[in-house]
């Protein structure tokens, strides 16, 4: 049984504070997330984490994307489709990564132990349409669905042969809501996933009852559900594990929508629960959700408690 993350982390942006950084600065070469990457790379493998994120530090789960592909305008904070949506105007998370990658490596003296490192997340299309307004080009969101997926296909691509992850994760929230063509949004992570030879994961948060049969046919090594701050999923996965059968679940234990610790005993009997219904090999501990909006202090015991349990079993 292993353990990782959702993604982001609490973010403390560093302003130039010596000679070498202000110097940076004034050229424009200064760095300010990368100490928050750092931290957050250190708070993940010291809470016991053994697959983590670079924290996802550089801005919200749309806007970090949608800036670097074009057809998209970020105006006011808000994501606008604006013409045809083509490939990424660059790599938009391998630096991040290969940091974060290479903070591993020295923090276990260049030994990385087998099953741990560094995972790649990316939002997923139809989040990011979903998350934004057409405003010219596009009839309808499904068209652009499928655009963007061919654009981010690039990234998933540079993230697979640049950083070689342990795995590959894409972030699917507006999954459960309703509002997702469901047959368009497994085309798009069809694209994704095509040619793909590390694993692929996908993450929806939410109550899935009314999604679990559609989202059990994604073409997807991994399903990644929160259980924690849900009391409706446990119960879906235990009467229909049968449907997710083969793949392995990131098991939400954790609870991300709280500003604090959560209870030994409940996040323990959950654990149990799950193991009882996936078994230890299929089974990744992880947060419900992110956790940008905890304080520092509570999102690294939040991670250190999950771990602390994971190594009873």
Known sequence: MRSTVVGSFPVEVKEPSNFKDKLLNIFGAYDPFKESIRQAVYSQLDAGVDIISDGQVRGDMVSSFSKYIPGFKIEDGNTF?????RRPTGEISVKDLLYAKKLVKEYYNGNVPEGKGVKGIITGPSTIIHSSRITSFYKNKDDAIIDLAHSLKFEIDAIESKVNPVYI???????????????????????????????????????????????????????????????????????????????KIGFGCV??????LDSYDDTDKLISRGIDIIGKED???????????APKDVAFEKLKLMNDIKNKY
């Open 255 to 260: 609870d991300s929508s709280i500003n604090e």
């Open 169 to 247: 994760q894409v972030d699917e929230p507006f999954l459960s809501t309703g509002m997702v063509n469901m047959k368009v949004a497994r085309e798009a992570i069809d694209i994704l996933h095509e040619d793909l030879t590390v694993p692929l994961a996908m993450h929806v948060c939410g109550t899935i009852n009314q999604v679990y049969k559609d989202l059990a046919k994604f073409n997807v090594d991994i399903f990644d559900f929160e259980f924690s701050g849900n009391n409706v999923n446990i119960g879906v996965l235990e009467e229909n594990y049968n449907l997710f059968e083969g793949k």
């Open 283 to 293: 089974i990744l501990l992880d947060p419900d959700c992110g956790l940008r909006r």
């Open 81 to 85: 489709i604006v013409s045809k949506i």
